[in-house]
T-cell receptor, first 118, second 115 residues
Framework: GAVVSQHPSRVICKSGTSVKIECRSL??????MFWYRQFPKQSLMLMAT?????????EQGVEKDKFLINHASLTLSTLTVTSAHPEDSSFYIC??????????????FGPGTRLTVT | AQSVTQPDIHITVSEGASLELRCNYS??????LFWYVQSPGQGLQLLLK??????LVQGIKGFEAEFKRSQSSFNLRKPSVHWSDAAEYFC?????????????FGSGTRLSIRP
């Protein structure tokens, strides 16, 4: 149980276009999902916290107009990178937290999406 | 604000040897601590976590970690490593035990295994 999927796993896009990445909790409901960014050989940096039915909370330094987050249901959050540029190329990882308090609010991580902007 | 330090960027150990990866945290209250492993190009897998209770925590794949409040440490250990343990290891701390908590990651330690 507690599986999180991401789609696509890899995407290549041209500079100036937008890309949408989906994060789904497959077998549990998640009122909160998180989006992380990871550069090569570096750690995960939290970009934003996504709450179902409300606006996402962005970390300092993250452009909310560039990284659009939508959390329309208890099992799906999307990250859209708008007007992508080569410096947006990175590995994007989402995580989802169960709503059930008995689950100790543990986060489950998706497999990541490799974005390459040419 | 909470933070995590992993002082070792890269460690190489021989297969069958013991392993200890260091992690120090900074947090004013009782920390909630995690160790994750990431294989190249993959997502994260939780090895173990500490919320409260016994300070020696057992995890998957033969890993264990010990919480030492006096040293603000949560070091990961394994008595005998296998070639398949080669990966990136992240220590992490959560800001609390509630729906509002966030997980902050250390910079990671890359583990290489010498045949």
């Amino acid at each position: 149980g507690a599986v999180v999927s991401q789609h696509p796993s890899r995407v290549i896009c041209k500079s100036g276009t937008s890309v949408k990445i989906e994060c789904r909790s497959l077998d549990f409901q998640a009122t909160t999902m998180f989006w992380y960014r990871q550069f090569p050989k570096q750690s995960l940096m939290l970009m934003a916290t996504s709450n179902e039915g409300s606006k996402a909370t962005y970390e300092q330094g993250v452009e909310k107009d560039k990284f659009l987050i939508n959390h329309a249901s208890l099992t799906l959050s999307t990250l859209t990178v708008t007007s992508a540029h080569p410096e947006d190329s990175s590995f994007y990882i989402c995580s989802a937290r169960q709503t059930d308090p008995l689950s100790s609010y543990e986060q489950y991580f998706g497999p990541g999406t490799r974005l390459t902007v040419t | 604000a909470q933070s995590v330090t992993q002082p070792d960027i890269h460690i190489t150990v021989s297969e069958g040897a013991s392993l200890e990866l260091r992690c120090n945290y900074s947090y004013g209250a009782t920390p909630y601590l995690f160790w994750y492993v990431q294989s190249p190009g993959q997502g994260l897998q939780l090895l173990l976590k500490y919320f409260s209770g016994d300070t020696l925590v057992q995890g998957i794949k033969g890993f264990e970690a010990e919480f030492k409040r006096s040293q603000s440490s949560f070091n990961l250990r394994k008595p005998s490593v296998h070639w398949s343990d080669a990966a990136e290891y992240f220590c992490a701390v959560a800001s609390g035990y509630s729906s509002a908590s966030k997980i902050i990651f250390g910079s990671g330690t890359r583990l290489s295994i010498r045949p």
